[in-house]
């Protein structure tokens, strides 16, 4: 009867160390698949994002034989600079396309021919003369920007053997644009407009570093504002501040405005900073004023978790040797702590510069064409831009709304390895 009863008792926990095996590796194979399935969409996300994104760094530009009649640009040579400036350089350029096909000669066909044509062709031909006044009267070969319907048709993201009507070119620019082709004067060349230039309504004129520099001083108010004013705050309620109910009630108020939805940091921004203060409206002072509110509770945590996690001796030994709480603080506590500090800082900075609902309250979300040249000027930034070029029909914003969130993630890249080597850089052994 025990021999049975021992049998038992071994088969029961035998299958009891079966099934919990059994239960451990479907645990591991659920794990497993969850992850292969996150790394699987981050892939799909990562394919799609640079199969949009990459176009972007070319732009289709037509060569052309541009004569700088002095007829056009300054009849009566004075050579002024306000004259070279007031020109018309577009129909230089719309002269000298039309000189290839001299068959067009109705005024409904050379409108459609001279559509293939960007508007940006005239103010590189502006750019050039007023820079280079020596031009008028030469006849140049140059490349000039096509529209932003050739550009997408040359580069195949739209095809070109569908119906005429089911494409923005109809089939008498599409001739032409072969015409071209044929002759050696299409070329999809660098686009060096896309890291130059501002917004722009025409897609091939549109660029990201007008939102690049909105940024930069955003986030450089941001900074100056955020980071001395978290680290004060953790020190005093760290290492000065006793415990009672005053300072609790604000560590819970911290940690709420850390959870507060963004957005809620934006109705304030514009209540206060642009209705009451009277700040000037979409300019990165008040961005950053803005995102300092949102940036410095997440900053306040992390420079406490800092803090708190310097061994209580280094402060005793500090006290023994005959530091008072200041030197303490300052000399041995706030140089082991710095590294964290860094560190939540620059993450803090990071998940401001991603923010995009709190600009949009305080307008931000302007069209904005000149690039800002100090934080009180009108400016949008990357987000922003990226709302913006997202909302706009035109298929060419498409590459250009990829390209600009794959900056934006290589900022963020670049700030999360500036945060990790500062921290191995202040980091010290004790």
Do not use: C
């Not at 008028?136 to 993201?157: M, P, S």
């Not at 005429?164 to 032409?176: K, P």
Request: glycine fraction near 8%; charged fraction near 20%; aromatic fraction near 8%.
């Amino acid at each position: 009867m025990s021999s049975l009863s021992n049998l038992s008792v071994k088969e029961a926990v035998a299958r009891g160390i079966a099934r919990r095996y059994r239960s451990e590796r479907v645990f591991r194979a659920l794990g497993l698949t969850a992850l292969l399935i996150g790394l699987g969409f981050l892939a799909f996300f990562f394919y799609t994002l640079i199969g949009n994104s990459y176009t972007a760094l070319g732009q289709t530009r037509f060569k052309l034989d541009i004569v700088f009649s002095p007829d056009v640009i300054d009849p009566q040579a004075t050579r002024d600079p306000e004259t070279l400036r007031n020109a018309d350089y577009q129909a230089l350029a719309r002269n000298a396309l039309g000189a290839l096909f001299p068959e067009v000669t109705s005024r409904g066909e050379r409108r459609e021919l001279y559509a293939l044509l960007s508007g940006g062709a005239g103010l590189e031909l502006q750019d050039l003369v007023t820079n280079e006044p020596a031009v008028i009267g030469e006849t140049r070969t140059l490349w000039l920007l096509a529209d932003d319907d050739v550009d997408v048709l040359v580069k195949g993201q739209v095809p070109r053997d569908v119906p005429e009507a089911d494409r923005r070119i109809d089939d008498r620019q599409l001739g032409w644009l072969t015409a071209l082709e044929e002759q050696g004067r299409v070329d999809v060349q660098f686009n060096r407009y896309f890291f130059t230039r501002g917004a722009s309504s025409d897609p091939e004129l549109a660029g990201i570093w007008g939102a690049t520099v909105g940024s930069f001083f955003m986030l450089l108010v941001t900074l100056a504002l955020s980071f001395p004013l978290g680290v004060a705050t953790a020190i005093y309620l760290e290492e000065f501040a006793k415990r009672n109910r005053w300072t609790d009630l604000i560590e819970v108020n911290i940690n709420n405005l850390a959870a507060v939805p963004s957005i809620v940091f934006g109705l304030l921004g514009l209540a206060l900073f642009i209705n009451v203060f009277g700040l000037p409206r979409s300019s990165p002072v008040v961005g950053g004023l803005v995102l300092s509110l949102m940036t410095l509770p997440v900053i306040i945590i992390a420079a406490r978790a800092a803090l708190t996690a310097v061994p209580p001796s280094i402060r005793e030994a500090a006290l023994g040797l005959g530091a008072s709480k200041m030197q303490m603080v300052l000399h041995h506590v706030l140089p082991l702590a710095m590294p964290g500090m860094l560190t939540g800082t620059i993450i803090g900075m990071a998940r401001a510069l991603g923010e995009s609902a709190p600009l949009l309250m305080i307008g931000m979300v302007a069209f904005i064409v000149d690039v800002p040249d100090s934080p009180l000027s009108p400016a949008t930034a990357l987000p922003v831009q990226v709302y913006l070029w997202a909302d706009s029909p035109e298929r060419a914003f498409v590459e250009r709304t990829s390209a600009a969130i794959v900056v934006l993630l290589l900022f963020l890249l670049v700030m999360n390895a500036t945060a990790i080597l500062l921290r191995k850089r202040f980091e010290r052994r004790y």
